[in-house]
């Protein structure tokens, strides 16, 4: 079934890449003026271009508000509205609770949590305007069971889920026709993920391509499918959920149970 969000018009974060990028693809094949919005320009640029028309690449810093004010509104100058924000931009340092400095529990923060709040704060107002929209937080697994390894993310994604539920109670009691959901992913082969396993600053698509194999990760691509779910009117009756994509992660019993 093709043009599912057809005339609908989305801003995804961290779309040079990974998830990011399978949802930019997917959301503007099935009909949306997409932006692709990313600190990395050169991808982001790739990106955009490889979907051709229906996409455009605005240069986006998630902690900055300056700069979100200013893709918030180029976007709406553009386009003429808003309907669809997928705040996706986030980031990994590994770290438990006495190894991990300050510095680094901040930085986590400001892009994972503070960048959605950012995000949703100044789409919401815009979304109204014609008549809502759907915003999708990415969170994690580490949401709903810590992980003991990056406790700083865990906390993150733990604020987004909570953050997400803020959102669409305000939304329901304002009946301005905005729903906000929340994906909460376990290992997904992106190459943030290579990165953290091997602690190396890049990662190549075929170090990515292995390590799904090895580790039997899903792809951005099964993201991307429920990111599309809960952007169209097909889920216009989902909000406040907390979609879990994970092959059962979350309810296997630990070894020896």
Not at 38 to 53: F, K, P, T, W
Not at 71 to 83: H, I, K, M, P, S
Not at 212 to 233: F, G, Q, R, W
Request: proline share 2%; with cysteine; charged share 20%.
């Amino acid at each position: 079934m093709m043009g599912r969000v057809s005339g609908k018009v989305a801003i995804i974060t961290g779309a040079a890449s990974g998830m990011g990028k399978a949802d930019a693809k997917l959301l503007a094949q099935e009909g949306a003026q997409v932006v692709v919005a990313d600190l990395n320009e050169e991808d982001g640029q790739a990106v955009a271009a490889d979907i051709g028309d229906n996409a455009v690449f605005m240069r986006l810093d998630v902690t900055d508000e300056d700069n979100w004010k200013a893709v918030v509104e180029a976007t709406q100058a553009r386009f003429g509205r808003l309907d669809v924000l997928v705040n996706n931009a986030g980031l990994m340092l590994v770290g438990n609770v006495v190894d991990t400095d300050l510095d680094s529990w901040r930085r986590t923060h400001a892009v994972n949590t503070e960048g959605v709040f950012l995000g949703c704060k100044h789409a919401i107002p815009v979304m109204a305007q014609t008549g809502g929209g759907a915003i999708v937080n990415m969170s994690s697994v580490a949401a709903l069971h810590g992980m003991s390894f990056c406790a700083a993310y865990s906390a993150s994604k733990g604020a987004v889920k909570a953050l997400t539920k803020s959102v669409a109670m305000y939304c329901k009691e304002e009946k301005n026709g905005v729903r906000c959901n929340s994906i909460h992913p376990d290992g997904v082969a992106t190459p943030m993920v290579v990165k953290v396993a091997t602690g190396k600053d890049t990662a190549t698509q075929e170090e990515v391509d292995a390590l799904a194999t090895a580790t039997n990760m899903c792809d951005p691509e099964d993201i991307a499918n429920l990111v599309l779910y809960l952007v169209s009117d097909e889920s216009r009756f989902v909000n406040g959920a907390e979609m879990v994509i994970d092959n059962a992660a979350t309810i296997t019993p630990p070894m020896g149970v």
